[in-house]
Structures are given as C-alpha cells and as structure tokens.
C-alpha cells in the first residue's frame, strides 16, 4: 500500500508544481512570440490545438467512464461559449506579443483577476466587498501607470491586451459557470476540443508550410501546452487555489524574462511600478483564509 503524503506535504508539492508551471506557460509564451514572428497565428494555434485536443482525448479516454461520459455536458452552450471566448483571446494575446513583447503585453494582462472580480458580480451573483473594489482600483491604479496615457505607450498593441484581458476574464467566468454543472474533465475536454475545431475550420485559409528547424519550436510549443495544463490539474489536486493562486503572477516574472534575455525587450521603471501595483490589487482579491480554530458556519 503506498504511503499517504501529509497535507502540508501535498501543499508544499503543490507550489512547486504550480511554480514550474508558470516556467512552463511563459516558455510557451516565448515560443509563440517567435513563430508568430515568421507565420502567422492561426497556423501555430492550429497545430497547437490538434496536439491539444489529442492529449485531451487520451485523457478522458482513460477516465472513467471513458471519453463518452467525459464528453457528456450539463451545460454545452456555457462550455462552446468558453472555447469561443478562448480562441479569441489567444489570438489577440499573441498578437500582441508580437506587437508589445512579452514584458508590456504581461504586465498589462496581469490585470484580469481584477476583471473577473468586477465581473463576478453582475454576471454570477456574487456579492463585490468593499474590499474587491479597492483591489480593482489599486490594479486599474496600475495598468494606468503601465501604459502613461498621453505619452504615446498607450498603443493598439495596448488595446490588444486589455481586450484580451476582458475575454479571458469572461472566459474564467465561464468556467465557474459551467463548473457548477460539469465535472473538470468535461471542462478541460472541451478546453482542448472546441477550440481545435475552430481553428481546424480556419486552417483551410491560413496554411502555409513550416521551415524544417521551425518544427522542433512547433512541437515544443505544442508539448508546453499540454504539459502546463495538465501540471495546473496535478495543483489543484494537492494545493487549495488559494494557496497557489498568488504564484499565478511567475508567469507574468518568467515570461518577462524571456521577453528581455531572448528578445532584447525593455523594462521601463513604470512598468515594474505598474505592474506591483497591479499584483498587490490581485493579491487582495484573494479571499482570507479562516482559521483553523474558527467554526465552519462563523
């Protein structure tokens, strides 16, 4: 019989994955600057979301219940809505990647927390505190900081990823929503399904052949984010998301990285201030954890 890992243990395991996770999305956010530099992005997310949608039928495949339980959803509309809304924000975030770099375009997206608890409100029914719209004014403090408004930083390639941030924020919505009705594989199945049908649709229009060593960075792009995706599962299996979703903001740290190591970005002293502005808006968001000794229903 194997041994049982304490919760602390679990939890400790837990950052680390969730750590190395972000590692992995910002490699993956690297590697789609640099392919979106030489084709264009609905070929890369094409083949991204065939390599996808594989990984996500051989899971559910295994599953119990198989793939025909796995797929079977409580909510479809929710779960078609939420590929809409993620193809589409994959689509402009890598845009602006290309457009912003990394260390702009992240610095800017790492306001969607504050979005989805503005949002939460009026689309879910949950109650907005006092507390959350601090946290959203301290982050919107931020982006304002990040972009200068009148100074000329505040650009389409800006406009991209504060429009990527709201559906990416709607599509986090959607997922609680249809959390509520469907398993989490269901969810993930559809993750990775629906969007590889749209982009299957579109391939017809948007081919255009790879360069020989460009294939190693596609299959690298494409096993980073099957691999990041099925890390965050293990997370939540051993860590509560509150105590991982604080480190959500090292992709935001690793991606930047990359941005200014690999790609020669710059990193503007208001962009750092914006951005911990932003980050301590999120970190508020987050509900305080009860105390032990404190009773359930108090």
């Known amino acids: 019989m194997p041994l049982q890992r304490s919760g602390t243990e679990n939890a ?46 051989v899971m559910a495949m295994q599953a119990r219940g198989g793939i025909r339980r796995v797929a079977t959803s409580r909510r479809p509309m929710v779960q078609l809505a939420r590929g809409l809304a993620l193809t589409v924000q994959l ?3 890598i845009q602006a990647f290309v457009h912003g ?29 006092a507390r959350r719209w601090l946290a959203i004014g301290i982050g919107a403090l931020g982006v304002l900081v990040i ?7 505040f650009s389409p390639a800006s406009l991209l990823v504060l429009a990527a941030a709201v559906i990416f924020a709607l599509y986090s919505l959607l997922t609680r929503l249809a959390a509520r009705h469907d398993p989490p594989e269901t969810s993930f199945f559809y993750l990775g399904t629906i969007p590889a049908v749209i982009f299957t649709l579109l391939a017809p229009f948007y081919w255009q052949p790879l360069a020989g060593a460009d294939w190693f960075w596609m299959a690298l792009l494409c096993v980073t984010g099957a691999l990041g995706h099925y890390m965050l599962i293990r997370v939540y299996d051993l860590a509560e998301a509150n105590t991982v979703q604080p480190l959500a903001y090292f992709q935001l740290i690793f991606a930047s990285a ?3 190591i690999i790609f020669g970005e710059h990193l503007a002293w208001t962009t750092v201030a914006g951005t911990a502005l932003v980050i301590a808006g999120g970190v508020v968001t987050l509900p305080l954890r009860r105390r032990a000794a404190q009773p359930a229903d108090s």
């Open 91 to 93: 689509v402009l975030i």
């Open 258 to 260: 990359m941005g200014i």
């Open 101 to 129: 770099g990394l260390v702009e375009t992240h610095a800017v997206f790492a306001c969607y927390p504050l979005m989805i608890a503005g949002l939460a409100g009026p689309l879910l029914g949950e109650r907005v505190t």
């Open 147 to 153: 972009l200068r408004p009148g100074s000329g930083v």
């Open 12 to 57: 400790r395991l837990g950052i680390v994955l969730m750590v190395l996770a972000m590692f992995v999305f910002g490699c993956q956010d690297a590697l789609s600057r640099h392919l979106a530099g030489h084709y264009n992005i609905i070929l890369i997310l094409v083949l991204r979301f065939w390599f996808f949608a594989l990984f996500v039928a």
